[in-house]
């Protein structure tokens, strides 16, 4: 019976890759499938500071790999990485959503300092709703409408039918939700060859997340190489991830501080996902090194189906995490 399924997309935008899913999304999420995926390559230089710069090259690219795909649906989640946003986290009123908006746009809006002009947001709200007429908060997470309209017309020349734009944290965090016993306060690490995005979770909510240069190799021919398998890691060497093991960890270090003392809480898990690295290598290197749990994101061949089982690249792994906890959704409770 198919009344409680749907097929869905989900695009996420790495440094370098697109990576697409199609999931066959059922109502008890651990029985959907993963029924097609792509991970297609670009040259870096195609796209500077979220902005695309290489429009048509970089349609007429993805065409050709979706050519070679049996995608069944057009409808598809977009994500936007850390680096494209500005957060804010905000005391708020007692109002209902429509009018909160409207309070924010009003009242908040005009009195930030943005990086971009034009803005657009969205908001989700912290913990429990009212109780004794007490104050909630809220985080507002904005960014730019002409780079979100851009994405969403890019998508729409590839074909898709974009119903939804989410921050690739939040996709992230769902599909850990889905398949692992997190810990209340978790941080996220999405590692991509030339960046890292690093998000706090506290009980489930999606508190505070930042973005940072680190490539995975001091050496550019390296990390943009052309291969075969584009999921393959470029850096899988011992030592060459023990020195960007210790290069994360000096960035982590007063983020991680900064995040205990302001929120007064211990961070109980490190969470490891994307691309560019070999995953378990790190994952041992950092658990020699830190005394919080650090653990690799689930990989999804037991719900690829059959055929993509057959096909898919032995690095899979932690590398489509985002795109598949947007395309399940949010679980129901």
């Given amino acids: 019976m198919g009344w409680f399924t749907r097929n869905m997309l989900a695009m996420e935008l790495s ?8 999931v066959k999304v059922k109502r008890k999420r651990l029985k959907s499938r993963m029924i097609e995926y792509m991970a297609h390559p670009f040259p870096s230089t ?21 050519k070679e795909k049996k995608f069944r649906t057009r409808k ?22 429509r009018r909160l908006r409207k309070w924010f746009q009003n009242e908040i809006l005009p009195e930030l300092s943005l990086p971009f002009d034009n803005p657009t947001f969205d908001f989700h709200r912290i913990g429990h709703v009212w109780e004794d007429g007490g104050e909630q908060e809220a985080i507002f997470v904005m960014t730019s409408k002409e780079k979100v309209e851009q994405w ?6 590839l074909g898709l039918e974009p119903v939804g734009v989410q921050l690739a944290p939040l996709g992230l965090y769902r599909w850990l939700d889905l398949h692992m016993q997190l810990a209340e306060n978790v941080m996220l690490l999405q590692i991509a060859k030339t960046r890292v995005e690093i998000s706090l979770v506290i009980q489930g909510n999606l508190i505070e997340w930042k973005s940072i240069p680190l490539s995975v ?82 990989s999804p061949e037991n719900m690829m189906s059959k055929r993509v089982a057959k096909k898919a690249s032995q690095w899979i792994g932690p590398t489509l995490s985002v795109p598949l906890g947007l395309a399940l959704g949010r679980r129901k409770r």
């Fill in 76 to 97: 598809a989640v977009l994500s936007l990485n850390c680096s494209d946003v500005y957060i804010v986290k905000q005391s708020i009123p007692e109002l209902r959503n």
């Fill in 217 to 298: 190799s001091m050496d550019d021919d390296q990390i943009y190489r052309p291969q075969m398998d584009s999921l393959k890691p470029v850096v899988r060497d011992e030592e060459e991830i023990s020195v960007y093991g210790e290069r994360l960890l000096i960035q982590l270090e007063e983020i991680v501080d900064g995040w205990k003392a302001n929120h007064s809480i211990d961070i109980m898990e490190w969470v490891l996902s994307g691309e560019g690295i070999d995953f378990s290598l790190l994952q041992q290197y950092l658990n020699e090194q830190v005394d919080t749990k650090v653990s690799v994101s689930p």
């Fill in 46 to 66: 195609w796209i500077d500071g979220g902005d695309l710069q290489e429009r048509e090259a970089f349609i007429q690219t993805m065409r050709e790999g979706m």
């Fill in 152 to 157: 969403v017309e890019v998508a729409g020349w």
């Fill in 15 to 22: 440094d370098s890759l697109v990576k697409i899913v199609e």
